[in-house]
């Protein structure tokens, strides 16, 4: 209340004074000016608005916002099966599904270097659309992440394996005490891991879903309704679906009678009946054009709204293992699941790279932290570092001698006279160089340069 322009409420959403916009849902985005110059941090929409209540408190409101990925870990999506497409045609195809609200500001995709026979064929009624993404980054080995302007970022393997390092600590750049944090048990390594492949076992026509008891429409209503696909053998397996039969058959996939039981008037020809199958969920919207409410059941009595089509079935996961014999004895990985992957010896390659990342813990380093006030380059490089950056680590008594690190979190804490607390959550960089044909760096055949895949 220093000033006319700013009143007690202004940031209170449900306050008289509350300011112009100021709502859920606005772009949110945090800048810090240095030398300056001010560097995009952070970018994302507001999520809780939290005044402090006292007219004579602190005055202050607490806010949460979250970025991109807080959208797709809220959004349930309903996307067509992908069928011989990329992993960047998938990730399009789970953004594009996403609500106009819950649309990254921007995209940026890296090349493709997957075919996935069938994709997406998961994401039932209630799957949230950070599922689809986990389960697609997953199957190629990518990584997907925010970038600090708000713009969603696909790399795949080839790309984030070879990051070459922008930065190199060395002890003296990192906080005295607590300025890197190294795996102090076996909690973080892993020498015996496996990796499971799904190639889908694919049936002839068969009724995907259907309604299981009968659903009234009202004169003049309008009923949407939607159903997962599952195995007609086994109504609690939930399958994938392709190929529907469409539009609808009356009489064959829907039918209307007067009453419940089946008795009375036939009335399908008073409906007006559409289908929207998507992956592993139909949209059903049932409109009754007709004066008479209407049962969906046959003559008999049997509910009937139902979609035929080809099922997808995972009925042959193939499980490739990959160990290595260690002081530490044997620490086993929970599977690593490639669900849209088909191919064993793809689940095999990933196998044997991930329990080379982790099975030393002597070339791991779990979090970096650093005081940025201490020189101008560490503050340039805490403005602008970005999620998947490669990193360079040294510190004596760990025993970290120019070690790559992959900055996979970044957390930042502003205290009282705006001083600047950072810490990087990081995860192994690839423990050797892959062999890329014509890349100076990778094409060199040497003790730690192997095959890619």
């Known amino acids: 209340e220093s000033g006319s322009s700013r009143l007690q409420g202004w940031y209170s959403p449900n306050h008289a004074n509350v300011r112009t916009g100021w709502t859920f849902g606005i772009a949110i985005r945090v800048v810090v000016t240095y030398a300056s110059t001010d560097y995009v941090v952070w970018t994302g929409r507001l999520r809780t608005i939290d005044p402090i209540p006292g007219q004579y408190g602190p005055q202050r409101v607490r806010c949460v916002a979250h970025d991109c990925m807080g959208d797709l870990a809220e959004s349930e999506v309903n996307v067509a099966i992908q069928i011989d497409k990329t992993e960047v045609e998938c990730l399009q195809a789970i953004v594009a599904a996403l609500p106009t609200a819950s649309?990254?500001?921007?995209?940026?995709?890296?090349?493709?270097?997957?075919?996935?026979?069938?994709?997406?064929?998961?994401?039932?009624?209630?799957?949230?659309?950070?599922?689809?993404?986990?389960?697609?980054?997953?199957?190629?080995?990518?990584?997907?992440?925010?970038?600090?302007?708000?713009?969603?970022?696909?790399?795949?393997?080839?790309?984030?394996?070879?990051?070459?390092?922008?930065?190199?600590?060395?002890?003296?750049?990192?906080?005295?005490?607590?300025?890197?944090?190294v795996?102090?048990?076996?909690?973080?390594?892993?020498?015996?891991?496996?990796?499971?492949?799904?190639?889908k076992t694919v049936s002839g026509t068969i009724v995907l879903c259907?309604?299981?008891?009968?659903?009234?429409?009202?004169?003049?209503?309008?009923?949407?309704?939607?159903?997962?696909?599952?195995?007609?053998?086994?109504?609690?397996?939930?399958?994938?679906?392709?190929?529907?039969?469409?539009p609808l058959v009356e009489d064959t996939d829907y039918d209307a009678r007067a009453n419940a039981d089946g008795s009375g008037s036939d009335l399908s020809a008073n409906l007006s009946v559409s289908i929207s199958p998507f992956a592993a969920t139909a949209k059903f919207t049932v409109t009754n054009n007709g004066?008479?409410?209407?049962?969906?059941?046959?003559?008999?009595?049997?509910p009937l709204l139902q979609l035929r089509g080809i099922g997808l079935y995972d009925n042959a996961p193939d499980t490739r293992r990959s160990t290595s014999t260690q002081p530490y004895g044997s620490r086993k990985l929970p599977a690593i699941d490639l669900r849209y992957q088909a191919d064993g010896a793809f689940a095999g390659d990933v196998a044997a790279f991930v329990r080379s990342r982790y099975e030393n813990?002597?070339?791991?380093?779990?979090?970096?932290?650093?005081?940025?006030?201490?020189?101008?380059?560490?503050?340039?490089?805490?403005?602008?570092?970005?999620?998947?950056?490669?990193?360079?680590?040294?510190?004596?008594?760990?025993?970290?001698?120019?070690?790559?690190?992959?900055?996979?979190?970044?957390?930042?804490?502003?205290?009282?006279?705006?001083?600047?607390r950072v810490r990087y959550v990081t995860a192994p960089a690839t423990p050797f160089r892959f062999w890329q044909w014509g890349i100076v760096g990778s094409s060199e055949w040497g003790e730690r340069t192997v095959y890619a895949f």
């Not at 006030?373 to 602008?384: D, G, K, N, P, W």
Request: net charge negative; hydrophobic share 40%; aromatic share 8%.
């Open 103 to 181: 649309q990254p500001v921007a995209t940026d995709y890296d090349t493709a270097l997957e075919l996935f026979p069938y994709a997406l064929d998961n994401l039932s009624t209630g799957v949230l659309a950070l599922t689809g993404v986990i389960d697609v980054i997953d199957s190629c080995q990518g990584r997907a992440f925010p970038r600090a302007d708000g713009t969603f970022t696909y790399i795949n393997r080839h790309t984030w394996s070879t990051a070459v390092s922008d930065f190199s600590f060395t002890e003296t750049m990192l906080d005295r005490e607590d300025g890197i944090e």
């Open 183 to 199: 795996p102090s048990d076996l909690s973080s390594a892993w020498n015996d891991v496996s990796a499971t492949a799904h190639p």
């Open 210 to 246: 259907g309604i299981t008891g009968a659903v009234y429409v009202a004169p003049g209503e309008t009923v949407v309704i939607f159903l997962d696909y599952t195995d007609p053998n086994n109504r609690d397996r939930l399958i994938g679906g392709k190929t529907f039969t469409t």
């Open 291 to 302: 004066a008479t409410g209407a049962y969906l059941v046959t003559g008999a009595g049997t």
């Open 361 to 420: 813990m002597a070339d791991q380093a779990d979090a970096l932290r650093f005081d940025p006030q201490r020189s101008a380059a560490l503050m340039v490089e805490a403005l602008t570092v970005e999620i998947g950056d490669c990193k360079t680590v040294s510190e004596t008594m760990t025993g970290l001698a120019a070690v790559d690190v992959l900055v996979q979190g970044i957390e930042m804490e502003v205290t009282k006279g705006d001083y600047l």
